[in-house]
């Protein structure tokens, strides 16, 4: 099957940094990858749409200019938390959609591990 | 916009019985996929079972199956024999089969349900 990296899985950062999160596919072009947030015992919130070589889709209520995305690559995605705070403490994952135009076949979306957020 | 909603935020059953996890979603569209995905302490996401709207019969996955009531808008998920392996968070989830600016292929996920299995 295909298979989804994300990196790194576990990370620190002081309040005030930024912090880079990496989504792989490793044995598929993805044109299309999208980045969710997950609370504890909670479900996971879409945060944005990102498209190869064009702006990401932020979903309402999510801030730009604080989570960067940027898909240069077929095969990479990046998730930047700028200036984090606390609050930003999280899960966040990745999932990379396989194959371009109509889902025909339906499981065409691929997870990553997911990056755990602590900011101190 | 669709939506997912899981009603049961817990459930629990006995060691080789059997559980259905409920869900209900909206949506005016008449083509789509319907998921259920497992995400165990790992939090890795893992896909447990797929249904196509268009298709009647119901999916089945060894001891995984699903009820898709489709004029009804349900799509429960049945684990049979459940196993200490079962015990997780599962997520029902929706994406639309037509693509363009409004439809990325994204996932639309339920609240979950925590499933406890006890031995």
């Known amino acids: 099957g295909a298979v989804v990296s994300q990196h790194p899985s576990r990370v620190i950062c002081k309040s005030g940094t930024s912090v880079k999160i990496e989504c792989r596919s490793l044995?598929?072009?993805?044109?299309?990858m999208f980045w969710y947030r997950q609370f504890p015992k909670q479900s996971l919130m879409l945060m944005a749409t990102?498209?190869?070589?064009?702006?990401?889709?932020?979903e309402q209520g999510v801030e730009k200019d604080k989570f960067l995305i940027n898909h240069a690559s077929l095969t990479l995605s990046t998730l930047t938390v700028t200036s984090a705070h606390p609050e930003d403490s999280s899960f966040y994952i990745c999932s990379a959609r396989k194959g371009r135009g109509p889902p025909v076949g339906g499981n065409t979306i691929y997870f990553g591990e997911g990056s755990w957020l602590t900011v101190v | 916009a669709q939506t997912v909603t899981q009603s049961q935020p817990e459930m629990s059953v006995q060691e080789a019985e059997t559980v259905t996890l409920s869900c209900t979603y909206d949506?005016?569209?008449?083509?789509?996929?319907l998921f259920w995905y497992k995400q165990p302490p790992s939090r890795q996401m893992i896909l447990v079972i797929r249904?196509?709207?268009?298709?009647?019969q119901n999916a089945t996955e060894n001891r995984f199956s699903v009820n898709f009531q489709k004029a009804a808008k349900s799509f429960s998920l049945k684990i049979s024999d459940s196993q200490l392996g079962d015990a997780a968070m599962y997520f029902c989830?929706?994406?639309?089969?037509?693509?363009?600016?409004?439809?990325?292929?994204?996932?639309?996920f339920g609240q979950g349900t925590t499933l406890q299995v006890k031995p």
């Open positions: 990102s498209n190869e070589g064009s702006k990401a889709t932020y």
């Open positions: 989830a929706y994406r639309s089969a037509t693509y363009g600016s409004s439809n990325t292929g994204k996932l639309i």
């Open positions: 044995d598929f072009q993805a044109t299309t």
């Open positions: 249904q196509e709207a268009y298709k009647q």
């Open positions: 949506t005016s569209e008449s083509d789509y996929y």
